[in-house]
């Protein structure tokens, strides 16, 4: 039986990378649900997709440009231009499609740039592409230094429509299950280019020039021709997911996505594609990005891990399955020539066997101890110190006020602290329409109409606030990033979150939300 | 007797084949724009006993990326290169912060030590002890990465990327998420304290000399080149591998450590998700700047030490031109860009054919 | 026109280096259906020649005929589109696709604009049953064996066109018994098929049982095209090495020089040491104050055995002693420290370290016997540079030249001068005189013989029999990566090539 399970694998290794991280997003999730009940509801599993298209369609470009044996550290660069850039299109008035596709464009522009410094000027790739983040992210900022708010109709639309799971939602109520357009795009893309890396000749040449280079171009393919394009392609991938992120938060700003390289990356390397180039599914992406976001959850349910323990996960198993990669490359390249010995093959799949079953072992114990043995640690939410930085001192949150302005009849409070000059500004809305804004050297006011204030809850109670879809989430800032506390009362309910701008964990209602409110409350001028 | 090198060629030759060449003149290039373009660039003035000015602001700032750039540049002429500077930077950081200010992960002070835990002259362990383990722990980064690489064989840029993601999880592990605040003044002297020249241009004095005596008055500096140019003849010749690599990354997290301190001591916070970020980055270019491959072979400590002022001085005169802040890291790409071209063998090589010269380069 | 036989025909053909007459005036014919050996020594020309008949390489002068029409192979790929294909000896393709893959990617076949796979796997199938092997083309490559994956790129190089003439460049070198006696079948099958062969190898042997006919080049010269069934062994290796038949039996017999130290102590033994598809278990025994030369062509275990002693491979039988005392640990290191020295054949790969200077070559093996921090000063580091300089009169302006600047031979001097200068009490020394110039060739030969009077012992391999016979005092003799015999006391070279060539003479 074991030898015959053995001989399976054997002769299915190249799949094994991949089916491990497929398991194991299936088992954690298990262990998910067994531990939190909430993780039973259906539109949990599918939030997994919910939050995290960009993440995917990213990671399947990349997938391309890591299997020809090279690497692309430009995604967040190109990511955050495009949202700056079409937000700021956007805002002249351009219309959205025209956006797009321009995005499309410029992403290949630089991508195919990159690709040719890479194959012509034989730049190492690591070298160039890190030129080419820098570059990207640079020219956000001579677009804007702020976030561009994005209110687009097209865009909401992309963002907001609902696609029902039929047989799981009631299509008269309109309720139940559900996944979003973005979802459905990042699914194409996959399906597309999984299409082209195993019905292709350019997706062979691909993994033949991730496989030994030399003997691809001895053997005659247009190796440079592809290389080059592998590079266009991630481009497009990289502002189509920079589309995606604006649509999902929308709005668009140049320290977005920072990082991110180093997620994709993660994703990447644990759908089981080796960095090394040649091996690997570009399918294996899929459940690099779902354990990604089933750890993401788990934190979530858990809700006393602070939000950058995902980071700590990934990180943790990115090492895990980088090592058992090398081991197991090191192993091909000691067997060498003499491969023919039928007790060699049965000794090295034992060992296959063995060190699967132990690296998955090691992690879902991790996945467990993290699960089980999450501590209250003061990194969690609403406990933030006061930090420095710098370049200013960040001032304190003031708790104790916004809970004071609740009781005593806001039915909305909302603290902005932070930012590159560490402001915090605290506006209360009342239901008869007063807003008052304190920044703590000045007060300003504002009168809205009562029922602009009533529109402006329901919609916000509309985006879930009141839901498990809204929850606390925390990390750093960076400098120039803002925290953001908001309490919200409507219709008997009361809900406190807490997020941080600059990531990419909060959940995209959040986001919807803050644009919401900045549209109504007044802006204190002499804060740039 | 053979003793130096005949001065047949001319010296004109001998300058521009030396490492510090192109460095040098990369560096006098951006201070000349500074001279034309920016006046009072060069003014020095004296206050309360320290050296101020645009040239000192180059030169402190650049200590960061300097410290780092030194143990790069030992990897990188290995043949390898260390993505997770910037995460050891930040877990220095946070050790150090920690060891002053325990109470974040749940010391209990008595009650009348608390009320100075603000107070400059406070700090939980001694400043030694301190500096000590926090370089303590980059070192041990360093020799993990060093494992991996020599030992485990993994490719260098994916052993050191694993630290680069774990790294900054692991600085927030240690201060529980939170940015610590550092008030003990000694210990902020290291980074924003001064000797006439800030202190921090001492340290990165200090470093290059251990690392100049490691390198230069041992045979370690001649191995690392050997194992850099042809691996397997170092091989043939007896020299091991594996330890010259596990030495030149351990260094570095060294290095790394060091900057960190460095940094947290100028900015007073130890910020586990922002020091030292992208710093890796300068550091590589700083060291590709002064010369040495990437690929490994002939490296140059204080050439390295230029390419990072090199970097600084196009910051801080980006910054005195009046570009805006943000956009300086599009300006940056270009120059990365422009830089390697020009140490690329390709362009060198068209260049070459360009401006044929006269006589043979032998 | 009519049919000459010939499916390839190369005249006058010349190739030119910088400093090196590659080759000289070759005329090479290839008929069709037939299986033609190329064989010679290293730098005989017999990778240009091929080079050049598959447009790696222009000819300076010289014209190639194939098919009865004059063409001019402008690359690789316009070589293969003629109908010439070639197997390299690392086989240029890609471990992590599949047989099928390889042997048909860039050409795959295609329904309704996408890879048709069934299509692909079965047409593979059928291309490797032609080579009567038959084995699963949908597994990766890196999977199967050498063996293997060289038919697979056999398949794939007859696949792309119907391939006229098939060019097997050392074919055999990573393979056993077995595997070679498979690969034979294969060439016989496409030799009845009408496909003619270029076999490329060193191993006589095999030479013999499977060619049909054999062309001898030696130092870019073309020294015959024979029958195989008419051509003896002693004379082929003859040829090889630049004896003429008429040469060996007048030579008249050649003392191996006698020694006051030659009954030293016994310095190395060796006892079965082997290490399998290296070499096979050898006995060895070495005083001190001797010298012993060893023998054999190209290919013969010369390398590998210095290897072993050195320490760069391990044995996996066998015992070592040096001094006595049993060898447990084999790295260079640890060699250097107990005395043994190699001076590498591949002055490239494993010799020179190309930026670093003169100076800091000779003194780097040195160095590494003492550590990291026992630094030899620059005054003591550059004394024993220009001792070396001058007794192997190195051409070189001063001793901060790097050594790449160096011409081939002034590097090997180098690469000596670092062994010397360990000081080792065992000196091996692999084609230590290649590429040097003779007046070079004979200094280095007596130094070899005053190191031997100083009590030192010397491992001395070489293609060049007439200096392996100067400078030992016992010949051991390798054939086929197995040690055939030893000689000392009187012996002739037509005794040595005999017992090189083996089989009957």
């Known amino acids: ?528 | 007797m053979n003793r130096s090198p005949k001065k047949d060629t001319s010296s004109w030759r001998a300058i521009t084949e030396s490492k510090l060449f192109f460095p040098l003149l990369a560096l006098t290039l951006i201070l000349l724009v500074d001279l034309f373009f920016v006046p009072g660039f060069f003014k020095l003035e004296t206050k309360e006993g320290h050296l101020y000015g645009n040239l000192i602001d180059i030169l402190r700032n650049g200590s960061t990326v300097m410290l780092l750039a030194i143990g790069m540049t030992l990897v990188i002429a290995t043949g390898g290169v260390d993505l997770s500077v910037g995460a050891v930077m930040a877990i220095a950081a946070s050790v150090a912060a920690i060891m002053m200010n325990p109470v974040i992960i749940g010391v209990k002070l008595p009650p009348d030590l608390l009320k100075f835990i603000n107070d400059p002259n406070f700090t939980y362990a001694p400043l030694w002890e301190v500096i000590v383990v926090t370089l303590f722990v980059a070192t041990i980064c360093g020799l993990w990465n060093g494992f991996l690489v020599a030992y485990a064989k993994i490719q260098p840029m994916v052993a050191t990327l694993i630290l680069m993601i774990a790294g900054r999880g692991i600085a927030q592990l240690i201060t529980n998420g939170v940015r610590i605040q550092i008030f003990y003044e000694p210990y902020a002297f290291i980074g924003s304290g001064w000797l006439i020249l800030p202190f921090s241009l001492y340290i990165v004095a200090a470093v290059y000399l251990i690392a100049w005596f490691l390198t230069r008055k041992t045979a370690i500096g001649l191995f690392i080149e050997s194992v850099g140019i042809n691996a397997r003849s170092s091989f043939f010749s007896g020299i091991d591998e594996k330890k010259i690599k596990l030495l030149a990354y351990t260094f570095c997290g060294f290095c790394a450590g060091v900057a960190g301190l460095v940094t947290s001591s100028n900015i007073r916070t130890s910020d586990a998700n922002n020091i030292g970020l992208n710093y890796e980055l300068d550091a590589i270019l700083a060291v590709v700047i002064g010369g040495t491959l990437m690929s490994g072979g002939r490296f140059s400590l204080l050439a390295s030490l230029i390419g990072a002022l090199v970097i600084q001085a196009t910051t801080t005169s980006m910054y005195a031109l009046g570009v805006p802040a943000n956009a300086v890291l599009a300006i940056k790409g270009l120059v990365v860009i422009f830089v390697i071209l020009l140490y690329s063998e390709q362009v060198r090589g068209i260049i070459r054919r360009l401006t044929a010269h006269k006589g043979s380069l032998s | 026109m009519e049919d000459s036989g010939y499916i390839v025909e190369m005249r006058g053909i010349r190739k030119e280096f910088p400093g090196v007459q590659a080759l000289a005036d070759i005329n090479f014919f290839l008929k069709r259906g037939e299986i033609h050996a190329l064989v010679g020594e290293n730098g005989a020309g017999k990778s240009t020649l091929i080079k050049v008949l598959t447009g790696a390489e222009r000819p300076d002068a010289g014209v190639i005929i194939l098919d009865g029409e004059e063409v001019t192979v402008k690359s690789p790929l316009h070589a293969q589109k003629l109908g010439i294909s070639t197997v390299y000896q690392e086989i240029n393709l890609c471990p992590n696709l599949t047989v099928a893959e390889n042997i048909l990617i860039g050409r795959e076949p295609m329904r309704r604009g996408r890879i048709h796979w069934k299509a692909m796997n079965d047409h593979a199938q059928q291309l490797l049953e032609r080579l009567d092997i038959s084995i699963d083309v949908t597994q990766l490559l890196g999977s199967y064996s050498v063996a293997i994956q060289q038919m697979v790129a056999i398949a794939r190089a007859l696949e792309i066109t119907s391939a006229k003439v098939l060019i097997l460049d050392e074919p055999t070198s990573s393979l056993d018994v077995h595997e070679t006696a498979q690969l034979f079948n294969v060439m016989r099958k496409l030799k009845s098929e009408g496909v003619a062969i270029i076999f490329i190898t060193h191993f006589l042997d095999q030479v013999y049982e499977i060619s049909d006919r054999i062309t001898v080049l030696r130092n870019g010269q073309w020294m015959g095209t024979y029958e195989t069934s008419e051509l003896p062994r002693l004379e082929l290796i003859a040829k090889m090495i630049g004896r003429s038949l008429t040469e060996l039996d007048e030579m008249s017999k050649i003392k191996l020089e006698s020694r006051k130290n030659i009954k030293g102590e016994v310095l190395l033994e060796a006892r079965n040491l082997g290490l399998s598809g290296a070499i096979e278990p050898f006995d060895l025994d070495l005083h001190a104050g001797e010298v012993v030369g060893f023998a054999g062509l190209l290919g013969s275990g010369r390398t590998e055995i210095s290897h072993l002693l050195f320490g760069v491979a391990k044995p996996d039988s066998g015992t070592l002693k040096l001094n006595q005392e049993i060898v447990k640990k084999f790295s260079p290191q640890a060699s250097i420290g107990r005395g043994v020295a190699l001076c590498p054949e591949d002055r490239k790969a494993a010799g020179i370290v190309d930026e670093l200077t003169i100076r800091e070559n000779i003194i780097l093996a040195l160095q590494a016997g003492r550590g990291w921090f026992k630094y030899l000063s620059l005054q003591q580091q550059y004394e024993m540079a220009d001792r070396y300089i001058k007794l192997l009169n190195i051409a070189t302006p001063s001793a901060d030249q790097p050594v790449k600047n160096l011409s081939g031979g002034n590097q090997q001097k180098v690469i000596l001068a670092r062994w010397l200068a360990t000081n080792p009490q065992l000196l091996i020394l692999d084609e230590p005189t290649r590429g040097i110039d003779v007046g070079a060739k004979a200094e280095i030969q007596k130094l070899v013989l005053s190191l031997a009077e100083e009590g030192k012992s010397c491992v001395f391999i070489s293609s060049e029999l007439e200096e392996v016979l100067r400078t030992s005092h016992r010949i051991a003799v390798l054939r086929d990566r197995k040690k055939v015999t030893e000689f000392a006391g009187e012996v002739d070279e037509h005794t040595i090539i005999q017992a090189m060539a083996g089989g009957e003479a």
């Open chain 1, 1 to 528: 039986m074991m030898s015959r399970i053995g001989a399976f694998i054997a002769r299915n290794r190249r799949f094994v990378p991949m089916s491990v991280t497929a398991i194991l997003s299936v088992v954690a999730y298990i262990l998910g649900a067994i531990f939190y009940p909430g993780m039973r509801d259906p539109q949990v599993f599918l939030n997994l997709f919910r939050t995290t298209p960009f993440l995917l369609i990213s990671a399947v470009g990349m997938n391309l440009v890591i299997l020809t044996g090279g690497i692309d550290l430009s995604v967040s660069g190109v990511v955050a231009l495009t949202t700056v850039a079409a937000a700021a299109l956007l805002r002249q008035g351009w219309n959205a499609w025209v956006v797009m596709g321009l995005m499309l464009l410029m992403g290949m522009a630089l991508g195919a740039i990159m690709g040719a410094f890479i194959t012509y000027l034989k730049v190492q790739p690591f070298i160039a592409t890190l030129a080419g983040m820098w570059f990207a992210r640079g020219l956000c900022f001579f677009i804007s230094d702020d976030a561009i708010a994005i209110d687009n109709p097209i865009y909401c639309l992309l963002g907001q429509t609902k696609i029902l799971i039929p047989g799981l939602s009631d299509p008269k109520t309109q309720t139940g299950p559900f996944i979003s357009i973005l979802v459905i795009v990042a699914l194409l893309v996959l399906g597309v280019a999984t299409y082209l890396a195993h019905y292709t000749r350019f997706g062979r040449a691909i993994y033949a020039i991730g496989g030994n280079e030399q003997s691809a171009r001895l053997m005659g393919l247009p190796v440079e021709r592809t290389k080059v394009a592998v590079y266009t392609l991630n481009g497009f991938c990289s502002a189509l997911a920079g589309i995606v992120l604006s649509i999902y938060v929308s709005s668009g700003h140049g320290l977005y996505a920072r990082g991110f390289e180093l997620t994709v990356i993660a994703a990447v390397v644990m759908g089981g594609t080796m960095l090394t180039g040649g091996e690997g599914y570009v399918f294996g992406a899929l459940f690099g990005v779902l354990i990604t976001g089933v750890t993401q959850t788990l934190i979530q349910f858990n809700g006393r891990l602070s939000s950058w323990w995902t980071n700590i996960v990934v990180g943790m198993l990115t090492l895990i399955f980088i090592g058992v990669q090398s081991l197991l490359a090191a192993q091909k390249g000691r067997r060498a020539a003499k491969a023919g010995d039928a007790a060699l093959q049965a000794q090295r799949r034992r060992r296959l066997v063995l060190y699967g079953g132990v690296a998955g072992l090691v992690i879902i114990a991790g996945v467990v101890i993290s699960l089980i043995a999450g501590q209250t640690r003061n990194g969690g939410v609403g406990n933030t110190p006061t930090p420095s930085t710098a370049a200013c001192q960040f001032r304190p949150f003031r708790d104790q006020e916004a809970a004071k302005l609740a009781t005593e009849g806001a039915v909305l409070v909302y603290e902005r602290n932070g930012g590159p000059d560490c402001i915090d500004e605290l506006f209360a809305i009342y239901p008869d329409g007063r807003v008052v804004g304190d920044n703590g050297v000045r007060t300003i006011e504002k009168q809205l109409a009562p029922e602009e204030v009533e529109t402006l809850l329901g919609n916000i109670a509309e985006r879930g606030w009141f839901t498990d879809e809204i929850y606390n989430t925390w990390h750093t800032p960076c400098g120039q990033c803002f925290e953001y506390h908001i309490t919200v009362k409507y219709q008997g309910q009361e809900k406190s979150v807490t997020a941080v701008d600059g990531g990419t964990d909060a959940p995209a209602d959040y986001w919807q939300v803050v644009s919401l409110i900045n549209g109504v409350i007044p802006k204190f001028m002499d804060v740039p």
